[in-house]
């Protein structure tokens, strides 16, 4: 079933605390539709009987009052055909990462291998107020050269093709902005993206 699929995933990622809160949300494309976290929702309590449903044009079909950030969900899936899950999250290393990336460039070195074969090229995004028409078209426009991004002091978000992918590669989008503040100052080493994978 397929808001099963997407109340999975957000068990997942509320479980490794990468969701505080009631914060965050994720949104899974079936067909027509997109199932879509409900308002106030804590991701550890989402349950499929309790997601909201739209259409891609944003009308409200069936269930709870959707987030305030579908339509940045349904920026994301007008600019990238491709993507069948977005997860955004307000996780803790992602989240302080954003408030000191500069907008517009790659946020995360390449320091290991995971980081360039998961993520690839990764930015971030300006502020904008969550919620507004101005972040969505600014994350739909970003989306379209980067599938895992920085909301400028906000958070991470990912746009990938299906709920496990999409926990997969936010995992990871956490795990390098962790690993990108511990390493700030330091003479790491950096690998070549182009020999990185043989």
């Known amino acids: 079933m397929t808001a099963a699929r997407l109340a999975d995933a957000c068990t997942v990622v509320a479980a490794m605390g990468l ?8 949104s899974l494309r ?5 199932l ?8 550890r309590e989402l349950s499929p009987d309790s997601v909201s449903v739209l259409d891609l044009d944003g009308r409200h079909l069936d269930g709870p009052a ?5 339509g940045m969900h349904l ?10 899950c977005i997860v955004h999250l307000h996780s803790p290393a992602a989240t302080a990462l954003s408030c000191i990336a500069a907008p517009g ?19 971030t995004v300006p502020y904008a107020p969550p919620g507004s028409e101005e972040l969505a078209a600014l994350v ?27 926990v ?17 100052g330091t003479a790491a080493r950096r690998l070549d993206p182009g020999t990185a994978w043989s």
Do not use: F, W
């Open 66 to 70: 959707p987030t305030k950030e579908a």
């Open 75 to 84: 920026a994301v899936y007008r600019a990238r055909p491709d993507a069948g």
């Open 30 to 34: 079936d067909g027509s539709r997109v």
């Open 36 to 43: 879509v976290t409900p308002s106030g929702a804590a991701l």
């Open 140 to 166: 739909a426009d970003a989306s379209r050269g980067a599938h895992a991004l920085l909301l400028a002091n906000h958070g991470g978000l990912v746009a990938a093709a299906d709920p496990a992918s999409a």
């Open 105 to 123: 460039e790659d946020p995360l070195p390449p320091y290991t291998p995971y980081r360039i074969r998961l993520l690839g090229r990764t930015l």
């Open 168 to 184: 997969s590669v936010y995992e990871e989008l956490e795990t390098a902005a962790e690993l990108t503040l511990r390493l700030q």
């Open 19 to 26: 969701s505080p809160g009631s914060s965050g949300n994720a």
